[in-house]
């Protein structure tokens, strides 16, 4: 049927081409009959160009005014785009909240949007997180492999640029891909936490190290953006604070339109995902429980432990549950299953001399009512969980039920908190989103060529900025 309409419409447009002098885009009104097609139901004629598909059906709005009219409407193009994998909600957010201007759904062209969508190249996404590293394509539906990370959290070693020159090599490498073929989006770890002048001047030397290194590998194109931002955008939210549980510590990192506010302040938990790990390994040893590496006890902890809604309560019931692990058969727990989570509140339960995971997010939102970056103050009661430890069931729920205990009225009504959008992966989601906008390239991307001047036009600002006496020594 589609290939007959195909040949239908080709003979229609040819004829409509040699009737004309004028192009097919810009057809007279009183343009020659279309015999029986000109009769078509506009109800029946979205039907066909349904079965048309994008390319001609954007082909027939040169057939005549009433068929453009009804091209250009946003109904079949809104049918073309949630027909893709990309998700519908992704999709709207990302041209709407992250566009350099707000843009009205109502208002947006979705042909247009479909169009240059379609331009846009695959990107090459790499999440280095605190643990381990996810990379994969943009366009595909999850990361496709794992790798030791490029940056321990908090943890910057010299020479910084073979560090990374070799992390990126072996990227490209495993994923079979020539640097120079696409461009690439990577996440920047929350590394320093304070807005002082060095913590400045050290976000910035990593991030032009990055630049430097993956230019250098020829990289056509390159989007740098922080990983809790990130996890943000796949929570379709531009503000809130983000609570990522990293592999060694917690950080609570406020973030409005976008952009990480550490004017405001991060807030850094001493626990992160190992600590709870090695915890559940020393009440399993308690229990004389047997096992072959600390791999045993994290896969342990991810297919049994929970967060309790209320810990004393949870104390007095049965929570008995067993999993397999591969290699070495099953193995049961009881109380350790919610008393590992538990440290995340209570952290002397396991030894830990540090701030509860309330009371550090509690504290942020007090910085941020009082920065007073806005006058509407709901901005910074959104939470959004990212991390592999975040996963933890019941987790969002106890977190907002003892914030809502420590704050008063005023702040705790409103506060949500949102699980994992998107498991551990969140960041790479978010980067996703990024990478599929029909401005990705114009907007978010930075050429090599855009670095190189960047780089020249900071070079002469520095020598602009130093003293006299300098030079007079040379």
Known sequence: MAVVLRKVLGSVLHRSGSSSSRHNSELPEDHPPLGDLNVIPNDVFVQILLLLGPRD????????????ALVSGNAIWVYFIMNEKEPWDALVFAETHLQLCFVPPSQLSFMNIYSKRAMVPRS??????????????????????????????????????????????TIFSRMQVKTSSQPVVVSLPICYVDDTESARASRKQLKEAIYSVLFEMNVPAICAIDQAVLALFAARRTSGIVVNIGFH???????????????????????GALKLTAFLRELMQQRNINFESLYTVRTIKEKLCYVAADYEAELQKDTEASCEVVGEG?????????????????????????????????LCMDHCLAAEATPDNRWFKTVVLAGGTSCLPGLSE?????????LPASMSNGIE???????????????????????????????????????????ICTVEQMPLDFFMMF
Request: hydrophobic letters at 40%; one cysteine or more; aromatic letters at 12%.
């Open 57 to 68: 059906a954007a082909r027939t709005s040169s057939v005549c005014k009433s068929w453009r």
């Open 124 to 169: 090459i996404i790499i999440d280095g997180g605190s643990g381990y590293c996810k990379y994969g394509w943009s366009k595909s539906c999850s990361p496709s492999g794992r790798c030791a990370t490029f940056l321990e959290f908090g943890n910057l070693e010299s020479p910084m640029h073979a560090r990374f020159h070799y992390f990126f090599t």
């Open 249 to 271: 510590v917690t950080s609570v990192v406020p973030i409005f339109e976008g952009i990480v506010r550490h004017d405001i302040g991060i807030e850094i938990v001493g626990q």
């Open 330 to 362: 099953w193995f049961t727990l009881s109380k350790e299953r919610f008393k590992t989570g538990e440290i995340l509140f209570q952290p002397l339960i396991g030894g830990l001399r540090t701030l509860g995971l309330h009371r550090a997010v509690a």
């Open 398 to 406: 106890r977190l907002e039920k003892e914030l809502c205990k420590i």
């Open 417 to 459: 908190v949102i699980p994992p959008p998107c498991g551990a992966d969140s960041a790479w989601h978010g980067a996703k989103i990024v990478s599929s906008m029909s401005t990705f390239m114009d907007s978010w991307c930075i050429t090599k060529k855009q670095y190189r001047q960047m780089m020249r036009r900071n070079m």
